[in-house]
């Protein structure tokens, strides 16, 4: 794993978001794009950023209200037509144009583990929290991404073994695993 790596919009992004769940003292971590480009090394220019955090219904409310005064944009119409889906749609806005911030409660026991078990890395001067790499797999495995999932499982540090564990007791069995 690399430090991250990202243009300097959507490193404002991150750090905007990183500081609103830190006041918030909300355990979360960083998923898709921004985990994607530490695991892989790629920067980070462009996409959603994507962010799993343990909260309850009211820190849900709490942060949509934090957010609107931190230099996000939120839109109420938005907010409620994701109520269901257990997601807090948020644009970072800066003089260079907007980011999307997706803020995902972890609503099950998987999420819980990954952000418990979760690793750290940097950007800039600020640690973030991102899955582990075998975490990282299975949910770019649900996207479809099979040719990131392919560079993770190549990692002298993956557990190709745990994963398969994982994705068998979630109902996916071992055929998806790769390696």
Avoid: C
Avoid at 9 to 27: Q, S, T
Avoid at 62 to 83: I, T, W, Y
Wanted: overall charge negative; charged content about 25%; aromatic content about 6%.
């Amino acid at each position: 794993m690399h430090p991250i790596r990202a243009n300097a919009r959507y490193a404002r992004a991150i750090h905007a978001i990183a500081e609103l769940l830190g006041k918030l003292k909300m355990d979360s971590m960083f998923v898709g794009g921004v985990a994607r480009a530490a695991w892989l090394d790629v920067e980070l220019g462009s996409g959603a950023v994507d962010v799993l955090a343990v909260m309850t219904p009211q820190q849900k409310n709490q942060l949509a209200m934090m957010a609107a005064n931190r230099g996000f944009r939120v839109e109420r119409d938005e907010l409620d037509a994701a109520e269901e889906l257990d997601l807090i749609p948020l644009n970072w806005s800066d003089p260079d144009g907007e980011v999307r911030v997706h803020v995902l409660v972890a609503s099950n026991a998987l999420y819980g583990r990954m952000i418990s078990v979760g690793v750290a890395t940097e950007l800039d001067d600020r640690t973030v929290k991102i899955p582990r790499a075998e975490d990282l797999a299975l949910l770019l495995l649900m996207a479809e991404d099979q040719e990131a999932v392919q560079y993770l499982t190549s990692l002298p540090e993956f557990d190709l073994q745990a994963f398969r564990d994982r994705l068998a007791s979630i109902g996916l069995g071992g055929e998806a695993a790769g390696g």
